[in-house]
């Protein structure tokens, strides 16, 4: 889980984020440990106190100059980091995107399968203590052309024989169950967030072709 933050102060508020939306609707799970670098937002004040509250002592602080004594979450960015810069050289997006890139990359290394993993099961497997396969028919290529419907000239009766629709880019999944994206308009540059039914992928379509309205 990727949590962007525009400042290192914001820390705290991105724990709390992945507490309730990862730990908390998973009960059988508890987080004992964290481990991090000695940045004072991470170590002291309202971090520290929240996990105070919540029984989680043990917070190792690794020596400075040392990111190699934190080997797990230095591979674990090294992948992230790999797999980020591969999704927006694909389609080339633009890096003032690369949250949503990040954001994406994240998701698919949960739902894809590991080797590192007993059994080569996907980190969602494990989370949900399930062998159950995981549903991959929902993901999409990252910054996939698209056209998405497009409200605004729909109830433009004056446009009524025009476009219903709206070239973009897919940005990723809104929500948890993938049935909602965040594109970005091509036109206004705007980042909306569509449900799943009105959007109609382009994925095998090069970027410099002519995006044409669905049928």
């Keep these: 889980w990727t949590y962007p933050m525009p400042h290192r102060n914001d820390a705290a508020k991105a724990f709390k984020t992945f507490m309730r939306e990862v730990v908390g609707p998973n009960k059988i799970h508890k987080v004992e440990t964290i481990k991090s670098d000695g940045a004072r937002e991470l170590i002291y004040g309202e971090l520290r106190e929240y996990l105070l509250d919540n029984k989680i ?17 230095e591979r674990a960015i090294r992948t992230l980091s790999t797999l980020t810069r591969a999704l927006m050289l694909h389609n080339n997006t633009p890096p003032s995107l690369w949250n949503y890139a990040i954001k994406h990359a994240a998701l698919l290394i949960r739902h894809l399968p590991s080797a590192s993993n007993p059994g080569r099961r996907a980190p969602m497997q494990l989370l949900k203590h399930t062998k159950d396969p995981v549903e991959l ?5 990252f910054y996939a052309p698209v056209y998405f419907y497009d409200s605004v000239t729909a ?8 476009p219903r629709g709206s070239p973009g880019y897919f940005l990723g999944f809104s929500n948890k169950t993938m049935t909602s994206y965040f594109i970005r308009s091509k036109k206004t540059r705007r980042i909306h967030n569509i449900g799943a039914r009105e959007v109609y992928f382009y994925e095998d379509l090069n970027h410099s072709a002519p995006l044409l309205p669905p049928l």
């Design 57 to 73: 002592v043990d917070q190792q602080v690794t020596a400075p100059d040392a990111s190699h004594s934190n080997g797990k979450a």
């Design 137 to 141: 028919n929902k993901l999409r290529t």
């Design 155 to 162: 109830k433009n009766k004056s446009r009524r024989f025009s």
